[in-house]
């Protein structure tokens, strides 16, 4: 124990799997210079404290924590746009290609300008953070050199971040289009890049970025295919959102038989890939995508507000395909995986009730995918996702009873039923630190009232 640095004492709450939800009273975590989990012990008495505490060295720290509150594993955001930030909240009335065209493509094409990037990335990032999102997988726009100021304002942050340059060389407003080799050459740049960027530490990577196939040729789709294997990066695009995109889709590739095999037939589908969407996908597609070992960023939010449809998750799961929560910024409005899980929540009651497939989604699923999910999503199961030893320390310190909380909670409540609560009613009031791998990234500081450090 004596590279451990902080430890944390009180109630420890994290995802073993879809089912079970793991909650340790008494808990004391440990976590390393580097850090790593070095150790998770349960049902620790405070008396035994002291003589742990003696084998330390001077300068670790411990982190006790008051009645009601935990820590969790930091929340994994698998799909969300960065420049539509702006646009959160706005915008509402339209379906996806309309919204795109009226809304969407006018604002990306603003990031042209660095200095424009740097009114709404920065804030973007460390609002994510506040948020509890310590890993977010990002979109950003066409333009090589504001897509590279996101990756450095996601590694500046300490966040872990997956940081795409957008592809479309084709069916887009001609204020907002590549040329097929310059969208080639621009992501091998940008690839190049942010691995360069981040060498040491590979909290901030490089994911290919194929808008969707509607707006890349065949010629690209196959480079930014060639280019993911080179360099053995994830991918990332939309799959089955829409019906008017299905049936665009299917006009473009007459002779490919259906969406999923459109990317399938450009090799751009892999365990490294994340597919956000699929909300209308065939018995045939979702067997291609287990097949393929992709993974699904389910974006309820999203998927309500563009009237896209209604995915079943409880379907995608059956079938043994990953699936992680998204955002979606702009076309969902909120920027919390919190509001996330609650209407992944409201999605699954809704199919349960119209389509009689199985149970709505549960507590313990729900964290599940906002945490372990994504962590599979992104291939950082053995690194993040919840405490196990040996893994990153990527956590949140929750108080339910912050300055201005909307939770309520009485006497006659317990450590679940709070648990709960949170997940419910909480906001970014109650997530008063964010660590990933054990640095502190965003919070006022748990030198407050409720909590003792040594
Ligand atoms: N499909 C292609 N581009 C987008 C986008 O920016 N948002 C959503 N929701 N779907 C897309
Ligand atoms: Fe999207």
């Known amino acids: 124990m004596s590279n451990v640095k902080q430890l944390f004492y009180g109630t420890i709450i994290h995802s073993l799997s879809l089912d079970k939800l793991h909650i340790i009273k008494n808990g004391l975590l440990s976590v390393d210079g580097d850090g790593k989990i070095v150790s998770l012990q349960e049902n620790v008495e405070a008396e035994e404290l002291d003589s742990i505490l003696e084998g330390l060295a001077e300068d670790s720290k411990l982190i ?104 479309m060389d084709r069916n887009s407003p001609e204020y907002y289009v590549e040329n097929s080799n310059d969208s080639v050459l621009h992501t091998e740049e940008f690839v190049k890049y942010v691995l360069d960027l981040d060498a040491g530490e590979n909290l901030v990577q ?22 993911a294997a080179k360099y053995d990066v994830p991918i990332q695009s ?43 996908l065939t018995d045939d597609e979702r067997d291609l995508l287990k097949q393929r070992n992709v993974g699904i960023s389910h974006c309820p939010n999203s998927n309500l507000a563009l009237r896209s449809g209604v995915c079943k998750v409880r379907q995608l799961l059956q079938d043994g395909i990953k699936v992680g929560l998204g955002t979606d910024i702009s076309g969902g409005g909120s920027k919390s995986i919190l509001d996330a899980m609650r209407r992944a929540s409201a999605t699954s009651r809704v199919v349960a009730m119209t389509d009689g497939n199985g149970e709505h989604l549960k507590l313990s699923e729900l964290v ?60 970014d009031r109650n997530i008063i630190d964010v660590f990933v791998k054990g640095r502190r990234v965003s919070g006022g500081g748990i030198s407050g009232l409720s909590t003792a450090w040594y």
Not at 246 to 264: G, H, Q, R, W
Request: with cysteine; proline share 4%; hydrophobic share 40%.
């Open 238 to 280: 939309h799959l089955s959102e829409n019906t008017a995109e299905i049936a665009f889709v299917s006009e473009l590739f007459p002779d490919i038989k259906d969406y999923t095999s459109v990317y399938d037939h450009h090799k751009l589908l892999n365990h490294k890939t994340i597919m956000a969407h699929g909300v209308h």
């Open 368 to 427: 599940f995918l906002a945490t372990m999910g994504g962590a599979e999503l992104v291939n950082l199961q053995d690194t993040v996702g919840n405490f196990k030893v040996g893994k990153d320390f990527d956590a949140l310190l929750i108080d339910p009873c912050a300055e201005g909380s909307p939770i309520d909670v009485f006497d006659m409540d317990d450590t679940e039923r709070v648990f709960e609560k949170f997940i419910f009613l909480g906001d």
């Open 64 to 167: 006790r924590l008051s009645e009601w509150q935990f820590i969790m594993p930091g929340f994994i955001d698998t799909h969300t746009h960065a420049p539509q930030y702006a646009n959160a909240g706005t915008g509402m009335d339209l379906p996806l290609l309309e919204w795109l065209e009226k809304y969407t493509f006018p604002l990306e094409h603003s990031f042209s300008s660095t200095e424009f990037a740097a009114k709404i990335y920065p804030r973007f990032v460390s609002h994510l953070l506040r948020n509890g999102t310590t890993t977010a997988v990002y979109y950003a726009t066409i333009h090589l050199e504001s897509s590279k100021y996101l990756a450095e304002t996601v590694k500046g942050s300490g966040q872990r971040g997956f940081i795409g340059k957008v592809n």
């Open 206 to 227: 490089p994911i290919v970025t194929p808008r969707f196939a509607i707006t890349c040729t065949e010629k690209l789709m196959t480079a930014l295919a060639d280019i």
